[in-house]
């Protein structure tokens, strides 16, 4: 599975992006797929995850962002509302077919990873 990752850019406190992860691969509907972030000199954190209709979340994103999939374009979303400039951060699509659920806040549950997408919220 490759995964590629795009929707990042600036945008200001307030408001909205939504990132996107399109994968390759047959079967990624049965994928657990996550988004992490970044941010500089700090370790990389979850933010959210789906597989099939269940969903999890940081707390500190919960209310604000959402993920969800589509799966006829092998594609998952995270839609980013009421950013803060503390979601400042290079984010990461990930995607694993195997993961236990209790498991999957953790970034070593996750064997693909996209490359990125830079996101930058100014107050």
């Known amino acids: 599975v490759q995964l590629q990752a795009s929707g990042g850019g600036l945008a200001q406190a307030g408001g909205s992006l939504r990132l996107s992860c399109v994968a390759s691969?047959?079967?990624?509907?049965?994928?657990?797929v996550a988004w992490f972030r970044q941010a500089p000199g700090k370790e990389r954190e979850f933010v959210a995850v789906?597989?099939?209709?269940?969903?999890r979340y940081a707390d500190s994103v919960k209310g604000r962002f959402t993920i969800s999939r589509e799966n006829a374009k092998n594609t998952v979303y995270l839609q980013m509302n009421s950013l803060k400039p503390e979601d400042t951060a290079v984010y990461y699509c990930?995607?694993?077919?195997?993961?236990?659920?209790?498991?999957?806040?953790?970034?070593?549950?996750?064997?693909?990873w996209g490359q990125g997408t830079q996101v930058t919220v100014s107050s």
């Open positions: 789906i597989r099939g209709g269940n969903t």
């Open positions: 691969g047959r079967a990624f509907r049965t994928y657990a």
């Open positions: 990930a995607a694993d077919q195997n993961t236990i659920w209790s498991t999957t806040i953790e970034a070593s549950a996750y064997d693909y």
